[in-house]
């Protein structure tokens, strides 16, 4: 008797998922195989853009992620697998795939560009794409069973339809005052009032997300810690802590350091888990003497 060949086993070192390593792009999140992983010193490793017609596999279905500029992700859904998405990524579909509305929580009664967020739902067989109609990349976060990421707002694309939701706090947050007037303070959430978090049931699930600009990703060891620009944040593991981190001039006209102008406001992570990073972001607005916050560090300069 032949015994069979042995299969080789390759572990992503973006998704962390294993494969056979055959193809030219894992099964699992579309990131390239032969190419070498780029790390910076740093430790941060550059997520590559999944290649022009890269094939994603779940369940008994398939996604292809077509250009570069703008992707598309177009799925061939078999009849026993579904998805769910925001309405406006909606590009095209074939007229047997059947869509529904979906009744999700009170988090997704937000309002994106002024309009109310729909969410719907598509089962297959057929082919449905989608897209988030402007520049960027195409993420694909692989789930196995039971795990789960956090994702900042309006990041999520479109997630197999075992992946569920909830919403969490950020817990993320700080108010400025400008003069005297305890009454006239402002609240700012660096990172959102809140977080996206998705978690794989009844198996391994796909989440695409889309960034603008380049992504990175890192990661952290148990007590690790690191500072980044708070809108730069993507997704993270739930096992990662975040906090803001306050810096302020040097000076001699308050008090209390609570009460100075800030001039640099940071998001603190502490691991363990991973994180991704964009490198397209906004710096916070800190318009007035920080008063109070969520439980920040400060720090003079």
């Known amino acids: 008797m032949t015994t069979p060949p042995a299969t080789s086993t390759y572990t992503c070192p973006y998704c962390r ?3 056979d390593g055959s193809g030219a792009t894992c099964p699992r999140c579309g990131a390239p195989v032969d190419v070498r992983e780029r790390v910076s010193d740093s430790g941060w490793a550059e997520q590559p853009p999944i290649r022009d017609m890269a094939r994603i596999h779940f369940n008994r279905s398939t996604c292809q992620i077509s250009g570069t500029y703008v992707p598309v992700a177009e799925m061939n859904l078999h009849d026993d697998d579904s998805v769910y998405f925001s309405h406006h990524v909606l590009l095209h579909t074939d007229p047997g795939i059947r869509l529904d509305a979906v009744k999700m929580g009170a988090a997704w009664n937000r ?3 002024g309009m109310p967020m729909i969410m719907m739902s598509a ?3 057929g082919h449905i794409a989608f897209s988030a109609d402007h520049p960027g990349e195409t993420l694909a976060v692989p789930l196995d069973h039971n ?3 956090d994702v900042v707002e309006h990041r999520f694309l479109v997630a197999t339809g075992n992946v569920k939701y909830q919403w969490e706090s950020s817990r993320v947050w700080f108010a400025t005052q400008k003069g005297n007037d305890n ?3 402002e609240m700012h959430y660096p990172v959102g009032q809140m977080l996206d978090r998705f978690t794989a049931h009844e198996g391994p699930g796909l989440l695409l997300l889309h960034a603008p600009g380049n992504t990175f990703i890192r990661d952290l060891a148990r007590g ?3 500072l980044l620009q708070p809108s730069a944040l993507v997704w993270k593991d739930p096992t990662v802590h975040m906090s803001l981190h306050f810096e302020y001039p040097r000076g001699n006209y308050w008090f209390s350091s609570a009460r100075w102008q800030a001039k640099s406001v940071w998001l603190s ?4 888990g991973r994180v991704a990073i964009q490198s397209v972001f906004e710096r916070p607005e800190t318009v007035g003497a920080v008063v109070n916050d969520s439980g ?3 720090q003079r300069w």
């Open 123 to 125: 089962r297959g067989p």
């Open 183 to 185: 009454n006239d303070q």
């Open 224 to 226: 690790e810690h690191i």
């Open 296 to 298: 920040a560090t400060h």
């Open 269 to 272: 992570l502490r691991g363990p």
């Open 111 to 113: 309002r994106l560009a």
């Open 17 to 19: 998922l294993a494969s």
């Open 147 to 149: 795990g789960a990421v």
